[in-house]
T-cell receptor
Framework: GAVVSQHPSWVICKSGTSVKIECRSL??????MFWYRQFPKQSLMLMAT?????????EQGVEKDKFLINHASLTLSTLTVTSAHPEDSSFYIC???????????FGPGTRLLVL | AQSVTQPDIHITVSEGASLELRCNYS??????LFWYVQSPGQGLQLLLK??????LVQGIKGFEAEFKRSQSSFNLRKPSVHWSDAAEYFC????????????FGTGTRLKVLA
């Protein structure tokens, strides 16, 4: 089946630093990748949709300058949390879909803790 | 407005008992329908999906779901629950074209008693 990886799985950083999270589609070409944020015991909140080679589309209320998304290739998308603050601490999950697939395949998630 | 409702936040069942998790949706047209499972600290794993055709779909781990258009429902069932099924279950709907963005339900947390 479709496999999506995320790296790192855990990251702890100091307030004010930037953190980059990678999302890789391992066995298919991901024309679209999605980035979600999940708070404890809550559902997933879509942050942005990224298509390979074009700018990401951010959901309302998501700061595009804070959450930089780069979808540079058909297998890799990155989310950079810039100048992270404690309120950015969360579980970030990516998903990928390829070609005419309607199904999103999810990565294992990255837990970010900002001190 | 488009929405997905999972009315049960928590469900507790005994191991070996049957299970039904409810999902209702409000959408402009019949969407694609999905059930995902999330274990603690993990990503989401696809259990099953419905696009068209037979309204009873089979998934992995012995799960099945039935699409009922008249009720706008897509309930997940399993005849005999195993302790390893304890997890969070999310119902999602998505458009049949375009952005393929999902709308997720709020999730149902399943607890299994030994």
């Amino acid at each position: 089946g479709a496999v999506v990886s995320q790296h790192p799985s855990w990251v702890i950083c100091k307030s004010g630093t930037s953190v980059k999270i990678e999302c890789r589609s391992l066995d298919f070409q991901a024309t679209t990748m999605f980035w979600y944020r999940q708070f404890p015991k809550q559902s997933l909140m879509l942050m942005a949709t990224s298509n390979e080679g074009s700018k990401a589309t951010y959901e309302q209320g998501v700061e595009k300058d804070k959450f930089l998304i780069n979808h540079a290739s058909l297998t890799l998308s990155t989310l950079t949390v810039t100048s992270a603050h404690p309120e950015d601490s969360s579980f970030y999950i990516c998903s990928s879909r390829g070609g005419f697939q309607e199904t999103q395949y999810f990565g294992p998630g990255t837990r970010l803790l900002v001190l | 407005a488009q929405s997905v409702t999972q009315p049960d936040i928590h469900i507790t069942v005994s191991e070996g008992a049957s299970l039904e998790l409810r999902c209702n949706y409000s959408y402009g047209a019949t969407p694609y329908l999905f059930w995902y499972v999330q274990s603690p600290g993990q990503g989401l794993q696809l259990l099953l999906k419905y696009f068209s055709g037979d309204t009873l779909v089979q998934g992995i781990k012995g799960f099945e779901a039935e699409f009922k258009r008249s009720q706008s429902s897509f309930n997940l069932r399993k005849p005999s629950v195993h302790w390893s099924d304890a997890a969070e279950y999310f119902c999602a709907v998505g458009p049949t074209s375009g952005t393929y963005k999902y709308i997720f339900g709020t999730g149902t947390r399943l607890k299994v008693l030994a």
